[in-house]
């Protein structure tokens, strides 16, 4: 049996504590996404935005939350993922991804899932539905 199979309800993945986002991570999302706004890459252009400072693309964020579903790549797929941005993610916030069963079946595993900051505020928060393949 599978580790996602073996999920009851409540039980949560491993989260992830990601390294304190720098602007190279930034620059690299910008040339991999093609999403060149400045308010990503430039000071300036963030505070001319009325930003505190740069920050960082909200798929960035999304993209990592990704990473909590990676080891079970081999269980089943992401189906389906609706989220909600709460927060902006700034140069040096180190963000934790978090993903909690709610709702198990033999078929399907519906997650919460959220990415914080590390003062513990919401950037995103939403759900994930893994299809699994079954055994």
């Not at 992830?16 to 060149?36: C, F, M, Q, W």
Request: proline residues 4%; hydrophobic residues 40%; charged residues 25%.
């Amino acid at each position: 049996m599978s580790t996602i199979m073996k999920m009851t309800n409540g039980d949560s993945l491993p989260s992830i504590k990601l390294e304190p986002v720098t602007r190279e991570d930034l620059i690299a999302y910008a040339n991999a996404s093609g999403d060149h706004n400045p308010i990503h890459q430039d000071d300036q252009e963030a505070l001319n935005a009325g930003l505190p400072g740069i920050i960082a693309h909200g798929m960035w964020t999304m993209g990592n939350l990704t990473k909590l579903f990676t080891p079970y790549v081999e269980e089943g797929y992401m189906e389906e993922i609706q989220i909600r941005f709460r927060g902006m993610v700034f140069l040096g916030d180190v963000v934790t991804l978090e993903a909690r069963a709610d709702e198990v079946s033999d078929e399907t595993v519906r997650f919460s899932v959220r990415a914080s900051q590390q003062d513990d505020r919401s950037v995103l928060e939403g759900e994930v539905f893994m299809r699994l393949y079954g055994e």
